[in-house]
């Protein structure tokens, strides 16, 4: 069916309405990751791959200096690279990049007719290169730990056609090689979308296609055993619903599925469908998870991403905050993310930000400049 309706339209029509509600004792915080599916090589050669990095380090640091969140960061970008195009001189322009403004890389891949052993391979090799540029976070084996989205959508050979993918138990595979969570969903319109929808969630590899089709929900006190399961892994969906405030030809609406793109930019119109749509962890504190994409390498979409689209958004973010007691929003990495979601399946409250790096720790590059790190003492949108 067109956009792929028939899959997640009856899971949008019966989902949980109700959000939490904030109040000055005990504000709602807002979490927003943008995972960007960043292919520098797409549709151009290492020329126009350079070219695109460059435009990032000349922009990029700007907009992280000039705006600031609740907790006093700028924003933070996570670029999920796909290891199968590993240049050498890009990824140590971007690790530089994301040293430089608190950003981080992640672990993006495009394959097909692959094995578990053959995937495995190429996961190890793509690994190994990234951490020798000091990226991706690290397990107490030392063994890098890494986020993960699936080129084409298709994880778990979920493509109906069987494209893209050929690896059938492949959340097992993540899991193996050292994947703490997956960032692929919402991939509607593409025919690859699950059922289960604005969720974050545990699925249990069961062997067969598609295993991520549905999984238990992150609550807290119940489900924390299943972040250490070998058969399960933890996915981070982003928004997925329909925009009435978009409408083609003026009647329909528009479909949100949190993509940034150079046509339907971040907007304060947005961010208030995100509230309503994103995922929170059952039985935990007021935190409402917004998982973000984009495909940030190719210019049409950057130029929006680092230009006037995206400033009038984080300037309008920050006004909304100021004049809302209620709310706080943060700029957080894939990686600190799911900190954060582990965080709230414990049951820990407080300052958030005494969360961002609780079990997964930094890549061993990051370094926090002074005058952009968490602890920094300036005034913040809609701080206390």
Not at 84 to 113: F, K, N, P, W
Request: charged content about 25%.
């Amino acid at each position: 069916m067109i956009r792929a309706l028939d899959r997640w339209l009856p899971s949008y029509l019966l989902r949980e309405r109700r959000r939490p509600r904030g109040r000055a004792d005990r504000p709602v915080h807002v979490f927003l990751a943008v995972c960007d599916h960043f292919e520098p090589f797409h549709h151009t050669d290492r020329e126009g791959a350079l070219r695109a990095l460059a435009d990032w380090q000349a922009e990029w640091p700007r907009m992280v200096e000039d705006f600031r969140d609740s907790s006093g960061r700028g924003p933070r970008h996570s670029f999920f690279y796909p290891v199968e195009q590993y240049d050498a001189e890009v990824i140590e322009r971007l690790a530089r990049l994301c040293a430089q403004t608190g950003s981080e890389v992640e672990v993006h891949l495009h394959h097909s007719d692959d094995t578990a052993a053959s995937l495995t391979r190429q996961l190890e090799v793509g690994l190994g290169q990234l951490a020798g540029h000091g990226l991706l976070s690290r397990g107490a084996d030392g063994r890098p730990r890494y986020g993960f989205i699936h080129g084409n959508w298709a994880l778990d050979h979920s493509h109906p056609q069987g494209r893209h993918c050929g690896v059938a138990d492949e959340l097992a595979v993540l899991r193996r090689t050292g994947c703490y969570a997956d960032f692929t969903l919402p991939s509607a319109p593409d025919p690859a979308q699950t059922r289960t929808i604005n969720s974050v969630y545990y699925a249990r590899e069961d062997g067969s296609p598609r295993s991520h089709e549905r999984g238990r929900g992150v609550e807290t006190g119940v489900t924390a055993a299943l972040a250490e399961a070998e058969d399960h892994l933890l996915l981070v969906q982003g928004p997925l619903g329909l925009n009435w405030r978009r409408r083609k030809w003026g009647l329909l609406p528009r479909l949100e599925n949190a993509d940034l793109t150079g046509a339907n930019p971040p907007t304060l119109a947005r961010f208030q469908l995100w509230r309503q749509l994103g995922p929170i962890v059952r039985g935990g504190p007021p935190w409402i998870f917004v998982k973000l994409h984009t495909h940030g390498g190719i210019p049409r979409n950057y130029r929006s991403l680092l230009g006037d689209p995206a400033r009038d958004f984080h300037r309008e973010l920050a006004a909304a905050a100021t004049a809302d007691p209620g709310l706080r929003f943060h700029y957080v990495t894939a990686r600190e993310m799911v900190n954060l979601v582990h965080a709230a399946e414990a049951g820990l409250q407080g300052d958030p930000a005494h969360w961002f790096d609780w079990r997964l720790p930094p890549p061993p590059a990051a370094l926090r400049p002074s005058g952009q790190d968490r602890g920094r003492s300036v005034p913040a949108a809609g701080s206390e």
